[in-house]
């Protein structure tokens, strides 16, 4: 079945510092959406990609597909201490209409 | 107003007993979803329903039975529970589950329900 990686699986930065959390699938995608979840909370959709070598921000948060529409990444620039959370891809289409969640990238940041 | 409301939010129980978690949504989506989140953060969908039809079924014990009454509403019994189904189960539905343009796949999750086997 489709796999989706993400890395790194936890990540702990500084506030201010800059934070990147890259997705990798096997196959081709038709889209890919990222979710935040808060520490003891639920996923919460951020946002949708679907075009080759997309681009789209949100504040501090940038998302980006990639051009072979198998790998996608969020950035965000200075981070603050609302950002911690766990950031899940997930990646729609590679043969069926389910969505196949990623493993996730958990953020802490430290004052 | 939730807009995806699931109950219990915990349960604790023993090895062997049958649970059930409930889940309700008032969003008018026609697609509603089991995920699975295990201790390592791991969501894994387990079952999806379209208009009270079954469409995903992922390979989950028998002891999982899904109940769809009408697509509001989407119930999860779990018989002979085991220690290893310990995790956070959520409910989660969407406008539709055809992948592509247009977010008719974006998932809106309910709250969780956090089940403890002893």
């Known amino acids: 079945g489709q796999q989706v990686m993400q890395i790194p699986q936890y990540q702990h930065v500084q506030e201010g510092e800059d934070f990147t959390t890259y997705c990798n699938s096997s196959t081709t995608l038709s889209n890919i959406q990222w979710y935040k979840q808060r520490p003891g909370g639920h996923p919460v959709f951020l946002i949708q990609?679907?075009?080759?070598?997309e681009v789209k921000k949100q504040k501090r948060l940038t998302f980006q597909f990639g051009e072979a529409k198998k790998n996608s990444s969020l950035h965000i620039t200075a981070t603050q201490t609302t950002d911690v959370g766990t950031y899940f891809c997930a990646a729609g289409g590679g043969g069926g209409n389910k969505l196949t969640f990623g493993t996730g990238t958990q953020l802490k940041v430290e004052l | 107003d939730t807009a995806v409301s699931q109950t219990p939010k915990y349960l604790v129980t023993q090895m062997g007993n049958d649970k059930s978690i409930k889940c309700e949504q008032n969003l008018g989506h026609d697609t509603m979803y089991w995920y699975k989140q295990d201790s390592k953060k791991f969501l894994k969908i387990m079952f999806s329903y379209n208009n009270k039809e079954l469409i995903i079924n992922e390979t989950v014990p028998n002891r999982f039975s899904p109940k769809s009454p009408d697509k509001a509403h989407l119930n999860l019994h779990i018989n002979s529970l085991e220690l290893g189904d310990s995790a956070v189960y959520f409910c989660?539905?969407?406008?539709?589950?055809?992948?592509?343009?247009?977010?008719?796949?974006?998932?809106?999750f309910g709250a969780g329900s956090r089940l403890t086997v002893l």
């Open positions: 989660a539905s969407s406008q539709g589950f055809r992948q592509g343009a247009g977010g008719a796949n974006v998932l809106t």
């Open positions: 990609l679907v075009k080759s070598g």
